[in-house]
């Protein structure tokens, strides 16, 4: 195990697959099956305890890291405990940004809003507790039932735009990446927005945003934040949300091109 740091089982055929800690969170294909798998992070597992955090079991796996159900010691709660990959968290601007991120959704309390408990750094891992919610992400319902009927849809708008106009109006806040993937119904059908991650404070004062980089998701960005140029407000949020209501009552998006930067010219240039 000298050469390799990473051990896991394929969940598709149960064979080892031994890869290098330099693809934790990337996609490789089994050797045996074939199937695409996420490398997980090594040295979390279930049982494993960082700091006051006892992981139960893994949730989800992204670009950013891994998401875990675990438990809070100190309080008796489960959490939802998202941990950033090593190779950001070795960056030390992103992990600055991270933080300060983490910071502001700490702000945030809306019934229709996850919420953020705490941020730091435990044995070289970065990452941010949130209130768990069981439930399922409304890209998950589509995946399934390819579309949402009206009446549901636009409830859970209705909802979503609720939380969008507390975050602006309380916080000078946005979330740049409203998306059905970002939005969980809980298990009494509430819907809850996710990951405010890469939200910005918009100093009331003032037009510029200081960012220039693209953050979003291509089908569902909004024209101006395809322009890395244009300013961004809450009126970003509310054009992702149109395109999200769209793809949740027809079962598609209205923009998708054969590349991300042709669907980023799509979204600025052709009319909806």
């Known amino acids: 195990m000298e050469e390799y740091d990473i051990s896991f089982i394929c969940s598709n055929c149960d064979v080892e697959i031994i890869a290098t800690d330099a693809y934790a969170g990337m996609d490789i294909t089994c050797p045996e099956c074939g199937v695409m798998l996420k490398v997980p992070i090594p040295g979390l597992a279930e049982g494993v305890i960082l ?9 989800g796996m992204g670009g950013m890291g891994e998401v875990w159900k675990a438990k809070q010691e100190t309080l008796n709660r489960i959490v939802a405990l998202k941990i950033l990959l090593p190779k950001l968290s070795g960056n030390e601007l992103f992990v600055k ?146 395109i999200t209501t769209f793809h949740l009552i027809s079962g598609m998006v209205p923009f998708r091109g054969k590349s991300i930067t042709e669907t980023l010219e799509m979204q600025k240039t052709t009319p909806f």
């Open 51 to 59: 700091g006051e955090f006892e992981l139960i079991h893994r949730v």
């Open 97 to 242: 940004r991270f933080l300060e991120e983490a910071n502001m959704a700490g702000r945030l309390e809306h019934p229709n809003i996850i919420t953020a408990y705490s941020a730091g750094c435990i044995a070289n891992f970065h990452f941010l507790a949130t209130s768990f919610v069981d439930g399922v992400e409304l890209n998950t319902r589509l995946r399934i039932d390819n579309f949402i009927p009206e009446r549901e849809a636009l409830k859970i708008v209705k909802a979503v735009a609720n939380a969008l106009n507390y975050a602006w109006n309380e916080h000078r806040m946005i979330h740049r990446d409203v998306k059905p993937s970002n939005i969980m119904l809980d298990r009494h059908g509430i819907p809850r927005l996710m990951d405010f991650g890469i939200s910005k404070i918009i100093d009331a004062e003032t037009d510029i945003n200081p960012e220039r980089e693209i953050c979003g998701t291509a089908e569902y960005i909004s024209p101006e934040q395809a322009d890395i140029s244009g300013n961004i407000d809450f009126r970003t949020d509310i054009y992702s949300l149109g």
